[in-house]
């Protein structure tokens, strides 16, 4: 694993390969952001979650369903103190690596195991870290015509995605699909046209991205 800080407070931690980024990570991000009531910021072990998974999607394929991840610092804090004594040795191992960032930076991490997914989880660095950055999406999604984001929202949920980060990952998708030049989210049905609505977000990023980015 590699970190490298590629904005202020955002780090990007880069795995050799996606077993290794999504069973060291995997834990920390259904923490975070899980879409099932029993384990978002509760107590579970891997086996519990493999099981509920497993019954939701029909089969345990969260190592190929999944190649990049964001979270904030202070969630992996509470992950930390939550699980100190009963962490996985992966879990561990990751610690070691940023326990000195989290514990004395208002930070943000992004994890992948190649470049590919740097555009969509920078966006996500950015909608938490810069405030500028996220009042500007917000008031863009406010734009948006509501069937645009209704059919947006239901793609995510069946995506597997919780309420709470829908609008980061609306955000995020369209920048990725502007850069990509195809849709990143394979449950989202999209009209003729509508790639206009999506360079609207990529606009706002590209600023930033250009600003900032280093």
Same mark, same amino acid.
């Given at each position: 694993m590699r970190l490298k800080q590629i904005y202020s407070g955002? +780090? #990007? @931690?880069? #795995?050799?390969?996606? +077993?290794? @980024? *999504? !069973? *060291? !990570?995997?834990r920390l991000q259904e923490f975070y952001e899980s879409p099932y009531l029993k384990i978002r910021g509760k107590v579970f072990t891997l086996e519990e979650f493999m099981d509920i998974y497993a019954k939701n999607t029909g089969n345990f394929t969260y190592c190929t369903d999944w190649n990049g991840f964001n979270i904030p610092g202070e969630i992996i804090i509470d992950f930390y103190l939550t699980y100190w004594d009963d962490l996985r040795e992966k879990e561990k191992q990751l610690w070691s690596q940023i326990d000195d960032i989290v514990l004395n930076n208002y930070s943000y991490f992004i994890a992948g195991c190649d470049n590919t997914v740097l555009a969509h989880e920078t966006a996500h660095g950015l909608f938490y870290l810069n405030e500028n950055y996220r009042k500007q999406i917000l008031e863009l999604i406010k734009t948006m015509p509501a069937g645009f984001i209704y059919r947006f929202q239901q793609a995510l949920k069946k995506r597997g995605y919780c309420k709470k980060v829908y609008a980061d990952e609306i955000q995020a998708y369209c920048i990725d699909n502007i850069i990509s030049g195809c849709n990143q989210l394979d449950t989202l049905k999209v009209l003729p046209g509508e790639k206009i609505l999506w360079k609207q977000f990529y606009k706002i990023f590209k600023k930033y991205y250009r600003e900032k980015l280093k």
């Open positions: 955002l +780090y #990007f @931690l880069k #795995f050799p390969n996606q +077993y290794e @980024l *999504t !069973m *060291t !990570m995997i």
